[in-house]
Structure formats: C-alpha cells, structure tokens
C-alpha cells in the first residue's frame, strides 16, 4: 500500500477505512471510518490536509489536493466520482461530485449539494444546498436531475463494496 509520512505530516487512517492497495495517501490526510479511497487515486496533503468523513467515497482516478488556507474536506456520506479534481475545496454531507470534474479553490458544496458530470467549479465557487452544478464553467440550479435518495444509493454502495473488497480482493501477479 502506498501510503506515506512526510517529514511530521502523517496520515491518519481509520481502521474501518478502506484505502485500495493502489491509491496513494501521502501526509495529513484524516479518513473517518467505513470512507473509501479506490484505485488510482492521489490524496497528497504536503500543504494544507485533506479530510474524508465517515462512509464517504473517493472513487478510482481522483486526485485531492489541498493548500494552508484552503484544506480539502469531504463531510460525511457523501461520494467524489470518478476523474475528480479536487483542490482546496469544502464539500458538505450527502454531496455527490460527480466522474470528470474540476472543484477549485475555495468552493463549497454545501449539504446535499451536487456537481454534475464534467463541470468545472473555478476558485470560490458555491453549491447550494439541494442545486447542482453543470458545465464549463459551471452554472449552479436546483437540483431535479439527480435525488437525494440517489445520491445515498450510491453512498451505500461504496460502503458495501469496501466490505466486500477488504474480504475478497486478491492480487494475482
Ligand atoms: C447531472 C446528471 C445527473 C444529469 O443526468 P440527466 O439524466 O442527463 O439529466 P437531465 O435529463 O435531467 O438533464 C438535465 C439538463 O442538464 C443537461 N446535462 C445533463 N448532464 C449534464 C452535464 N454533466 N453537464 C452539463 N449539462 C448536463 C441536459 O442536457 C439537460 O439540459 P436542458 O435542461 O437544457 O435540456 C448527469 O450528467 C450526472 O452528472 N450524473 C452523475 C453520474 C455519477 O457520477 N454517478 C456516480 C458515480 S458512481
């Protein structure tokens, strides 16, 4: 697993936390237990930390990053798609990030809030509580596409996966 400390920084990794042998975890990085982190995935928290609340997803391909003044936090129960960047950004409880996206400094997706596929969410962004926000550079409406109800789905799905993962997965080569 590739998970490292950096001088004092030095993540801190609940035991019921999943991190994929494949995903890369480097300094102050906190994940809460039943979080996930898939394949692929960078969380470097060299500047600033990087903070995954409980049963919350980071899926395969993400990259996190973070800086001093804008840490990047993810509440709980909430899910970061695939392909996601994430840099300095504060994304609230049952929030769905969803595959391809771009969410820059300073934004904050507030509970419930969602990013749509492939948007991009320059500094200082906001996501209403129950809105989503679609396309380059992204425009924020309510949310009618995409329910809270689905977003949960998707949540326990990945807490379930994680189970099955730890259980089951082994590498052949
Ligand atoms: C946002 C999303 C839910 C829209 O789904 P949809 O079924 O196309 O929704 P709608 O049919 O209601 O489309 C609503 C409008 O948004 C537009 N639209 C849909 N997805 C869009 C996107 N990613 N970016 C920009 N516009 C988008 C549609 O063209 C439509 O425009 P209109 O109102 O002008 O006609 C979908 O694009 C998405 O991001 N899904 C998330 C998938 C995901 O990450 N799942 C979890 C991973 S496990």
Redesign the pocket.
């Given at each position: 697993m590739a998970i490292y400390a950096l001088a004092e920084l030095e993540p801190s990794i609940h035991p019921d936390a999943y991190v994929h042998p494949d995903a890369t975890v480097i300094g102050d990085v906190r994940i809460a237990a039943g979080a996930s982190v898939w394949p692929g995935t960078v969380l470097r928290g060299d500047n600033g930390y990087i903070e995954l609340g409980s049963r919350s997803n980071v899926?395969d391909g993400c990259v996190l990053h973070c800086t001093q003044r804008h840490p990047t936090i993810l509440g709980e129960n909430s899910?970061i798609?695939?392909s996601v960047h994430v840099e300095g950004a504060t994304i609230g409880t049952g929030c769905?990030i969803?595959?391809g996206s771009v969410v820059l400094n300073g934004t904050v997706v507030e509970d419930g809030g969602m990013v749509?596929?492939?948007?991009v969410l320059s500094y200082d962004s906001r996501v209403p509580s129950g809105h989503?926000a679609?396309?380059v550079p992204a425009k924020t409406r309510p949310n009618?596409?995409?329910g809270p109800e689905q977003i949960a789905a998707?949540v326990d799905s990945y807490v379930a996966r994680a189970k099955r993962f730890r259980a089951e997965l082994r590498r052949l080569d």
């Open positions: 899926q899910a798609g695939h769905l969803a595959s749509g596929a492939g948007a989503i679609l396309g009618t596409a995409f998707v």
